[in-house]
């Protein structure tokens, strides 16, 4: 049971917006800055947003990050094949000590 | 440009240990810290612990604390993750990345390819 919770999938069709969630707590999406990250088919993952809404450098702007107290949302626009993928929510917790992720969801392009 | 570099895939017995490393290129080595994170087969990702490159300190996830030990070399630029009593849900990819930033804020920026590690009788 993952401290961070995620819906397991989430579907879309190509051109379309999907947004996925992350539910915490207190003690680490309600204190501190949430990171997503994006794993490809069989291979390492990639951060993909940072400090809640920061893009790094050659991530398309199609992909933004938000939060608001113990939640944080993950929202792709203009969906393509090739976003197909799994998506973790990471964030610190204070009272663990420890950085915790999300159980990943699996974003299929239908 | 930023590289980590893992061992290659290992197979070991239950109770055995598994030293994995990470060696890393492209910058500083020292200037960043590093994390390491496991995935087991079908599930997602899960933090083990995080090295400071620069004094050696350590942070371990109370799952692995006192099997687990992240040491660095500088020397070589590369980060060793040792997991001792090996048990079967220890089965997993392993991976590295560069700890960018500090505290609450950090984020991993770059990865490792990753180490399959498989225990088996």
């Known amino acids: 049971q993952s401290v961070l919770t995620q819906p397991p999938s989430a579907s879309g069709t190509p051109g379309q917006r999907v947004t996925i969630s992350c539910s915490g707590s207190?003690?680490?999406?309600?204190?501190?800055?949430v990171n997503w990250y994006q794993q490809l088919p069989r291979t390492a993952p990639k951060l993909l947003i940072y400090s809640n809404n920061q893009r790094p450098s050659g991530v398309p702007d199609r992909f933004s990050g938000s939060k608001s107290g113990t939640s944080a949302s993950l929202a792709i626009s203009g969906l393509q094949s090739e976003d197909e993928a799994d998506y973790y929510c990471a964030a610190w917790d204070d009272s663990l000590n420890a950085w915790v992720f999300g159980g990943g969801t699996k974003l299929t392009v239908l | 440009q930023v590289q980590l570099v893992q061992s290659g895939d290992e197979v070991k017995k239950p109770g055995a240990s598994v030293k994995v490393s990470c060696k890393a290129s492209g910058y500083t080595f020292t200037n960043s810290g590093i994390t390491w994170v496991r995935q087991a087969p079908g599930q997602g990702l899960e933090w083990m612990g995080w090295?400071?490159?620069?004094?050696?300190?350590?942070n371990y996830a109370q799952k692995v604390q006192g099997r687990v030990t992240m040491t660095t070399d500088t020397s070589t630029s590369t980060a060793y993750m040792e997991l001792r009593s090996l048990r079967s849900d220890d089965t997993a990819v392993y991976y590295c990345?560069?700890?960018?930033?500090?505290?609450?804020?950090?984020?991993?920026?770059?990865w490792g390819q990753g180490t399959l590690v498989i225990v088996s009788s």
């Open positions: 207190s003690s680490n999406i309600g204190s501190n800055t």
């Open positions: 090295v400071s490159t620069h004094s050696g300190s350590t």
């Open positions: 990345a560069r700890v960018l930033g500090g505290g609450d804020s950090a984020l991993f920026d770059y």
